[in-house]
């Protein structure tokens, strides 16, 4: 698939997975997976949110290279999550974007010096609520732990209210006919995201209840869900929070 706008600056540059047959080597994928990335500029400066699965790292550099003209204003790679389908082209980022650091949580930190020999100079340890400038467009960061590894959090940002949520939110199936809710047969990925609460999250569930009710208290104004896994909520944002909170109590 092609990089697709998401709003002015910011862009999806995911990737599909057909070939896998099961997920985290135990739950079926009848209808694949998507790993989704996301490139978001500033006046200044590009942030690079979560990336691919390590196979498909040559694909995903090349939707990279459709959307971001000059690699050196790319300064920060966020990874939400660190599991290998979040950060798996990592390695092979660093050294295509030379002037990026990686923003982890003060947990991640910890897990990242034992999977990539990331130079501290390279490396950007995040708290609740801390944020960075891009040039006209904030991405604060937000401590939403064990969704479902302790480390996880979310980035938000701020004048479009885009919520970059991770494992949160997300669903089975490869995004075929689509990125966006109102462009796929949703009924199909609620099913899916069902199923992949169900297997992956379900066991979290009180974290969950605790992250979405953490994002009511500080009041976003959430007009887009980009998950890591599954279609971007544009026409609703609220359908997929609301049916996780759901499934969760």
Do not use: C
């Not at 070939?19 to 690079?48: C, H, M, Q």
């Not at 290279?65 to 000059?70: K, L, P, S, Y």
């Not at 997929?240 to 759901?246: A, F, H, N, Q």
């Amino acid at each position: 698939m092609e990089p697709r706008k998401i709003v002015e600056g910011v862009y999806w540059v995911g990737v599909n997975d057909y070939t896998k047959k099961l997920f985290e080597s135990l739950w079926p994928l009848p209808s694949g997976v998507s790993y989704n990335s996301y490139v978001v500029a500033g006046s200044r400066d590009i942030a690079i949110v979560d990336t691919v699965d390590e196979r498909y790292t040559y694909e995903y550099l090349g939707l990279l290279r459709e959307v971001i003209e000059d690699s050196s204003r790319v300064k920060y790679i966020v990874v939400n999550h660190l599991e290998p389908d979040h950060h798996g082209a990592l390695e092979k980022l660093l050294k295509f974007f030379p002037n990026a650091s990686v923003v982890v949580s003060a947990v991640g930190a910890n897990i990242i010096s034992s999977l990539y020999r990331v130079p501290r100079d390279r490396l950007t340890v995040v708290r609740d609520g801390d944020s960075v400038d891009l040039g006209g467009r904030r991405l604060r960061f937000i401590y939403t732990p064990w969704i479902h590894w302790p480390e996880t959090m979310m980035t938000y940002l701020e004048d479009e209210g885009v919520l970059f949520s991770g494992d949160a939110f997300g669903s089975f199936g490869a995004l075929k006919s689509g990125v966006f809710d109102d462009e796929v047969d949703i009924g199909f990925y609620i099913q899916e995201a069902k199923r992949y609460f169900a297997n992956i999250v379900s066991k979290y569930s009180k974290n969950v209840v605790d992250a979405v009710e953490k994002l009511k208290k500080l009041g976003l104004s959430i007009r887009v869900v980009a998950p890591s896994h599954g279609p971007v909520w544009r026409r609703d944002p609220q359908k997929i929070i609301d049916l996780y909170y759901r499934w969760s109590t």
